[in-house]
């Protein structure tokens, strides 16, 4: 699972290059995909190698299958290819802000077509639960109990939200 994962701490061309090959099937995360990425693909102040990043994904984007990704030739000449490379790129924002740094260019040449864009519903207000309620019912404690005999192994999870030792689940 970890080489199909990773995180895009890339700001230059040869940081994404490097993190295709070393990751060629993966999904990569972003967060404040905004200022984290695109504005250093497009911002007014970027670097060549940061305005880089934009083409080298319009490429990846653009492969065809079977047609090797291949990475900018360097001083020295060596260039990588690397066959059926995929990348996802997972990242949040706030519709303004993504949308602030998208221009007519971006339409253009293909590269907002190349995004799958989905709005997340407004969060709902908070609810109270009756504590009553938030008991775990005895039938599952017997089940956890049954799988996990010495239960209070599960104390030290913080993702357990109850105590399994408590006398009033003996």
């Not at 695109?38 to 190698?49: A, P």
């Not at 309620?133 to 039938?139: C, M, S």
Request: aromatic share 6%; net charge negative.
């Amino acid at each position: 699972f970890e080489c199909l994962c990773t995180s895009i701490k890339a700001f230059s061309i040869s940081a994404i290059e490097a993190m295709i090959v070393q990751h060629p099937c993966c999904v990569a995360t972003v967060d404040e995909i905004v200022p984290n990425l695109l504005e250093r693909m497009s911002g007014k102040r970027s670097s060549t190698h940061e305005r880089a990043i934009r083409g080298a994904l319009l490429e990846l984007y653009g492969q065809q299958r079977g047609e090797p990704f291949l990475t900018t030739q360097r001083a020295n000449g060596s260039q990588q290819a690397v066959y059926e490379a995929s990348l996802s790129i997972l990242g949040a924002s706030t519709p303004d802000a993504f949308y602030r740094v998208m221009t007519g260019g971006h339409v253009v040449e293909g590269f907002l077509n190349r995004f799958l864009i989905i709005n997340a519903a407004g969060r709902e207000k908070s609810v109270e639960v009756d504590p009553s309620l938030k008991q775990v019912p005895l039938d599952i404690v017997s089940a956890v109990k049954a799988i996990v005999p010495d239960a209070s192994i599960l104390n030290d999870n913080p993702k357990v939200f109850c105590d399994l030792t408590a006398p009033d689940f003996a």
